[in-house]
C-alpha cells in the first residue's frame, strides 16, 4: 500500500539555522499539506498545496516557513531561521483531492531547536 | 471560524465493552469531518470520514461515527473495544465550502483495559 515518507525521523539544529525537512508523497495524490504537532498539543495546520503553489496557509506559516516542490517526487518544507519555539513534530500529508478526500499522513520528523 | 471540541482528555474502557470518544464542532458552511488514529511515534491513520448522506459512518478496524447535525457532534464508537485500540484519536473538520485547511481537535487518549 502506498504511504507517505519523510526525512529525516529526528533533525536536531541549533536556534538560527536554517533546516529542510522532507517528504515523498503519494504518487497520484494533487494535493499536499504540512502540519505540526507541538508536545502535547494539538496537530495545527500549516500550508497546503497545489498546482506548484500554496493554496492556503495559516497565521503560523509566517516568513520564516517555506516550501516547494523541487521536482516530481519531492515536497519540502524550509524554516529559515530556527526558533526554539520551532521545536515540533513536523507531518507531511497528501490527498487525491481536496475537502471531501481524506489526507494521508506520513510518520513525521521530529524537529528539535537547541 | 471551525473549531472542533474532544471534551475528554482520556476514555477508558474494559476490553469486550463499547467505547463513544465525542468530539463537537463549529464550521460556517456544510461540515466535512473526520476521524484519524495515532499510534505512538507514527503518524496519523485516516479511520473514517462524514460528507454527506448516511449519518451513521463505518471505517476502519471496526469502528464507526454519528453525525448529528443538531448536535453538531460527531462521536466515534466501537461496540467491542480491544486492547489494540488503545491510541491517540483526532476528531478533523474542514469546511464544505472548499477550503483546504483541516482543523483538529486536541486529542483523545483511549485507554482500553484488558
Known amino acids: 500500500e502506498p504511504e507517505v515518507t519523510q526525512t529525516p525521523s529526528h533533525q536536531v539544529t541549533q536556534m538560527g539555522q536554517e533546516v529542510i525537512l522532507r517528504c515523498v508523497p503519494i504518487s497520484n495524490h494533487l494535493y499536499f499539506y504540512w502540519y505540526r504537532q507541538i508536545l502535547g498539543q494539538k496537530v495545527e495546520f500549516l500550508v497546503s498545496?497545489?498546482?506548484?503553489?500554496?493554496?492556503?496557509k495559516s497565521e503560523i506559516f509566517d516568513d520564516q516557513f517555506s516550501v516547494e516542490r523541487p521536482d516530481g517526487s519531492n515536497f519540502t518544507l524550509k524554516i529559515r531561521s530556527t526558533k526554539l519555539e520551532d521545536s515540533a513534530m513536523y507531518f507531511c500529508a497528501s490527498s487525491r483531492g481536496t475537502t471531501s478526500y481524506e489526507q494521508f499522513f506520513g510518520p513525521g520528523t521530529r524537529l528539535t531547536v537547541l | 471560524a471551525q473549531s472542533v471540541a474532544q471534551p475528554e482528555d482520556q476514555v477508558n474502557v474494559a476490553e469486550g465493552n463499547p467505547l463513544t470518544v465525542k468530539c463537537t464542532y463549529s464550521v460556517s458552511g456544510n461540515p466535512y469531518l473526520f476521524w484519524y488514529v495515532q499510534y505512538p511515534n507514527r503518524g496519523l491513520q485516516f479511520l473514517l470520514k462524514y460528507i454527506t448522506g448516511d449519518n451513521l459512518v463505518k471505517g476502519s478496524y471496526g469502528f464507526e461515527a454519528e453525525f448529528n447535525k443538531s448536535q453538531t457532534s460527531f462521536h466515534l464508537k466501537k461496540p467491542s473495544a480491544l486492547v489494540s485500540d488503545s491510541a491517540l484519536y483526532f476528531c478533523a473538520v474542514r469546511d464544505g465550502t472548499g477550503g483546504f485547511k483541516t482543523i483538529f481537535g486536541a486529542g483523545t487518549r483511549l485507554f482500553v483495559k484488558a
Open positions: 498545496f497545489y498546482n506548484n503553489e500554496i493554496s492556503e
